[in-house]
Structure formats: structure tokens, C-alpha cells
């Protein structure tokens, strides 16, 4: 089975500042889709950015970009000049023949002013 | 679009009622899913349906748990004989399956659920 871990429970950064979120999963799958999800407070979920893993390019999306190890099973999340509308959960998941989706636990970000 | 709709947004039960959730995918999106998300964890999938089959469940919907899509547009998660352990927030997903689509899963907001 996949698992899926982020080993930050919290984070927390300077308005216009990078910060990095880690994730990490375990699969026997060679071909499949890792997303990062934002979950501000009492809000929806919403898709930040997604990778193929059949992609050697890392997905870049405006100030979010990803750093795509496939062999160290590593997905991590950079997200460039922060900004307070970043404050949310952010969840890695892994998605793959089963088509489900598969979360770590989250990661909180804290923007601070 | 209109993106996934989820009814009733919070509900308040007394243990051992039946409630019933409703999710309206997006038009034309082909797959739903449901998952269950408790406070500080991330959603734990339970179940998906390709238009009205129902393709996979989880261990965790138990036999109280029920879900359909009869005519594969809407769905409807039902708990039965509610337990406090059930108070979490149950997500409704859907996607396209075309290839264009990445499978990316689009999430409704939610129905809250409190068993008192």
C-alpha cells in the first residue's frame, strides 16, 4: 500500500519569503500523479500544483514550484515570495493505478506579516 | 461550472440516527469519490464511483455506511446508527477520465458531521 508522510506538522514563514514543505511516500508504482492540496481554515481544498511521474521536468505553477526526486520518492513544495493568503494546511498526495488519492497527515503554514 | 456541491454543510445528530449526504459533482465529471477527514488528519479515502458502479470501498466504510450513484450524476453517502467516532467532515471529489485531465480531483467543501 502507499503511504504518504510529511514530517513538518507545522511551518511558519516571513511575508515574501520562500519557504520549502517536505513530503515523502513509499510505492511499488512506477507511473503515477503526486499533487500538493491547500486547505485554508474552513474552506475547500483546492489542487496547488501537480506532478506526472513519467515527468523528469519539475510542474511549476506562478510562485509554487516542486522538487521532484523520483528515486529518493521525494516531493517537496517550494512556494516563493509568500504571501498571507498562503496561510492554509497543505497536503501531499499520491495518486496511482487505483485512481484514489492517498494524503499524508499536513503540513500548517503560518504566514506572518 | 459550478464546481463539486456538498448537502447539508454541517449537520448535528444524536448518536444512533441515520444521516444522508449529498455531493453534486461538476457536470459531465465521470468519477466521484468520498472521504472522510477528521481534525488534524489529512482525507482518508472511502469509497469511489465511475458514472453509477461503484469500482472500490475502503475498509473503513463500514457495513453502516452506504453510498450510491444511481444514475451516475449525484451521489449519496448514508451512515446508519451513528456513533461519535463518525463526527468528521466528509468530502465529495470528482474528476474526468480524459487523458488531458492529469486525474486531477476536484473537492467540494465538505459536510461537517457532529454525533452528540
Known amino acids: 500500500a502507499q503511504t504518504v508522510t510529511q514530517s513538518q506538522p507545522e511551518m511558519s514563514v516571513q511575508e515574501a519569503e520562500t519557504v520549502t514543505l517536505s513530503c515523502t511516500y513509499d510505492t511499488s508504482e512506477s507511473d503515477y500523479y503526486l499533487f500538493w492540496y491547500k486547505q485554508p481554515p474552513s474552506r475547500q481544498m483546492i489542487l496547488v500544483i501537480r506532478?506526472?511521474?513519467?515527468?523528469?521536468q519539475n510542474a511549476t505553477e506562478n510562485r509554487f514550484s516542486v522538487n521532484f526526486q523520483k528515486a529518493a520518492k521525494s516531493f517537496s513544495l517550494k512556494i516563493s515570495d509568500s504571501q498571507l493568503g498562503d496561510a492554509a494546511m497543505y497536503f501531499c498526495?499520491?495518486?496511482?493505478?487505483?485512481?484514489?488519492?492517498?494524503f499524508g497527515k499536513g503540513t500548517k503554514l503560518t504566514v506572518n506579516p | 461550472d459550478t464546481g463539486v456541491s456538498q448537502d447539508p454543510r454541517h449537520k448535528i445528530t444524536k448518536r444512533g440516527q441515520n444521516v444522508t449526504f449529498r455531493c453534486d459533482p461538476i457536470s459531465e465529471h465521470n468519477r466521484l469519490y468520498w472521504y472522510r477527514q477528521t481534525l488534524g488528519q489529512g482525507p482518508e479515502f472511502l469509497t469511489y464511483?465511475?458514472?453509477?458502479?461503484?469500482?472500490?470501498k475502503s475498509r473503513l466504510l463500514s457495513d453502516r455506511f452506504s453510498a450510491e450513484r444511481p444514475k451516475g450524476s449525484f451521489s449519496t453517502l448514508e451512515i446508519q446508527r451513528t456513533e461519535q467516532g463518525d463526527s468528521a467532515m466528509y468530502l465529495c471529489?470528482?474528476?474526468?477520465?480524459?487523458?488531458?485531465?492529469?486525474?486531477?480531483?476536484?473537492f467540494g467543501e465538505g459536510s461537517w458531521l457532529t454525533v452528540v
Open positions: 464511483f465511475q458514472n453509477e458502479a461503484q469500482l472500490e
Open positions: 506532478q506526472e511521474a513519467y515527468k523528469q
Open positions: 498526495a499520491f495518486q496511482g493505478g487505483s485512481e484514489k488519492l492517498v
Open positions: 471529489a470528482s474528476s474526468p477520465r480524459t487523458a488531458s485531465s492529469g486525474n486531477t480531483i476536484y
